[in-house]
């Protein structure tokens, strides 16, 4: 099976990256195009609610836990340290396309967010770019969309990947 692209967006805190991938999945959904997600979280997270049967699996000492129904799974995994981007990926190599949240150090191809009430510099020198969503005008020499622009962003993903739909 062919790995799917990798699409990460990135940009300061609260410049709207999970809003805009909001409207961005739908968009890509609206085309029939297979989507996964990746969040990349810095500070560690818990999903688990204590007291679950899942989280007493884990407070007894599982390495791993799966829970699992009809309509999805879930896989908690204690870790020795972080998995790259690409380890991740291979969980989900039935999509058309993976689109990730942070991951700014990483190589893959990036899509920066960008609100000029929250910055007066972009995080990513535009060589790291494949596009930048903004409300500001930028002369960067890749494609610019507007912050409520996601069928733009969609278009050029669909052709850069040559995605279905």
């Not at 991938?21 to 204590?50: A, Q, S, W, Y």
């Not at 942070?102 to 899509?111: D, H």
Request: aromatic fraction near 6%; include cysteine; hydrophobic fraction near 40%.
């Amino acid at each position: 099976m062919e790995k799917p692209p990798i699409v990460t967006f990135v940009g300061k805190s609260n410049a709207g990256k999970t809003t805009y991938l909001e409207k961005l999945i739908k968009e890509l959904k609206n085309r029939n195009i297979k989507v996964g997600t990746i969040k990349h979280d810095v500070h560690g997270f818990d999903i688990d609610k204590p007291g679950k049967d899942t989280w007493r699996h884990a407070q007894a000492g599982a390495d791993a836990v799966i829970i699992s129904s009809p309509s999805k799974v879930a896989v908690i995994k204690k870790m020795q340290q972080e998995m790259s981007l690409d380890q991740i990926a291979e969980f989900i190599l039935d999509m058309d396309i993976i689109l990730t949240e942070g991951y700014k150090r990483s190589a893959k191809p990036k899509i920066e967010i960008y609100r000029k009430a929250h910055s007066t510099e972009l995080l990513c020198n535009p060589d790291e770019l494949i596009a930048l969503v903004s409300d500001a005008d930028w002369n960067l020499g890749v494609p610019i969309f507007d912050l409520d622009d996601a069928v733009g962003v969609a278009n050029l993903l669909q052709k850069k990947y040559n995605l279905p739909g």
